[in-house]
């Protein structure tokens, strides 16, 4: 199993896209801006998405996914997320309002969209390559994907900040060899961070603290413009550690 980062960032600019991971040539976790990396062709294998929340630097390339190549494909793309991840789309996206409701078009017995609910802890299989929902912490329904193949396990956190629940699943993977998880803001911003639910250095850093398992790990979702001074207050604060940003690009073999 194979898994390329399309996109990474905490938001846009400069070449920066925001989250969106491919597996192998069919599956994507989270549709942010990351998927206009990929070329027609590309996009038209993507089978399934793995949504771990509905904000929309996770979502926004989701509608235009199946814009692009809903009517040269013969099955539905198939969307997998919490029941209220799902709910916030059919409400908020797929409302013939914001955008058409796939699932529809061009009938309801043919669509081009479908969506299937996960639950948490319930392992989705997908050939050989499996994927957990895990507990995060988030100010809306979200929850981190444990993705295991023949080589190991890899996590991502999605967007969250410190939480009991996920420390506890993470010790609980024993094959964990990647955890890819989130800091958005410096320290000075804290409270905007502690706010809007995400990781800043310290609370990373005390998040660490509390793991038994010891995985490289990767920090994604940073913030455009404050990336280095996220990375150096980080290292400060989890000397121990091993802390790499994650770079758009990347390839991880599982």
Same mark, same amino acid.
């Given at each position: 199993?194979?898994?390329?980062?399309?996109?990474?960032?905490?938001?846009?600019?400069?070449? +920066?896209?925001?989250?969106?991971?491919?597996?192998?040539?069919?599956?994507?976790?989270?549709?942010?801006?990351?998927?206009?990396?990929?070329?027609?062709?590309?996009?038209?294998?993507?089978?399934? #998405? #793995?949504?771990?929340?509905?904000?929309?630097?996770?979502?926004?390339?989701?509608?235009?996914?199946?814009?692009? #190549?809903?009517?040269? +494909?013969?099955?539905?793309?198939?969307?997998?997320?919490?029941?209220?991840?799902?709910?916030?789309?059919?409400?908020?996206?797929?409302?013939?309002?914001?955008?058409?409701?796939?699932?529809?078009?061009?009938?309801?017995?043919?669509?081009?969209?479908?969506?299937?609910?996960?639950?948490?802890?319930?392992?989705?299989?997908?050939?050989?390559?499996?994927?957990?929902?895990?507990?995060?912490?988030?100010?809306?329904?979200?929850?981190?994907?444990?993705?295991?193949?023949?080589?190991?396990?890899?996590?991502?956190?999605?967007?969250?900040?410190?939480?009991?629940?996920?420390?506890?699943?993470?010790?609980?993977?024993?094959?964990?060899?990647? @955890?890819?998880?989130?800091?958005?803001?410096?320290?000075?911003?804290?409270?905007?961070?502690?706010?809007?639910?995400?990781?800043?250095?310290?609370?990373?850093?005390?998040?660490?603290?509390?793991?038994?398992? +010891?995985?490289?790990?990767?920090?994604?979702?940073?913030?455009?413009?404050?990336?280095?001074?996220?990375?150096?207050?980080? +290292?400060?604060?989890?000397?121990?550690?091993?802390?790499?940003? @994650?770079?758009?690009?990347?390839?991880?073999?599982?």
């Amino acid at each position: 199993m194979k898994l390329t980062i399309l996109g990474c960032s905490g938001g846009i600019g400069s070449g +920066r896209h925001t989250t969106c991971f491919k597996i192998d040539d069919d599956i994507l976790i989270d549709a942010g801006t990351g998927i206009t990396t990929l070329s027609l062709d590309e996009l038209l294998v993507i089978d399934h #998405v #793995v949504l771990t929340h509905a904000h929309l630097d996770h979502v926004l390339g989701l509608p235009l996914l199946l814009d692009a #190549v809903g009517e040269m +494909r013969t099955t539905p793309v198939i969307v997998h997320a919490l029941p209220e991840v799902l709910e916030v789309l059919a409400k908020h996206m797929f409302n013939w309002h914001v955008w058409p409701d796939f699932r529809e078009i061009p009938s309801a017995e043919l669509p081009w969209l479908q969506f299937e609910p996960l639950q948490m802890s319930e392992k989705l299989a997908l050939g050989a390559r499996t994927f957990t929902p895990l507990p995060v912490n988030h100010v809306v329904p979200a929850c981190a994907f444990q993705i295991s193949g023949a080589g190991g396990s890899l996590v991502f956190s999605g967007d969250t900040t410190s939480s009991e629940a996920f420390a506890e699943a993470l010790n609980a993977i024993p094959d964990l060899r990647h @955890l890819i998880i989130e800091t958005s803001f410096e320290n000075a911003l804290a409270d905007i961070a502690l706010a809007s639910k995400h990781h800043w250095p310290d609370s990373l850093a005390a998040q660490l603290h509390e793991l038994r398992v +010891r995985p490289q790990v990767w920090i994604t979702h940073l913030k455009p413009g404050n990336e280095a001074a996220i990375m150096d207050e980080l +290292r400060a604060a989890a000397p121990d550690w091993p802390l790499t940003a @994650l770079q758009q690009g990347q390839m991880f073999t599982l």
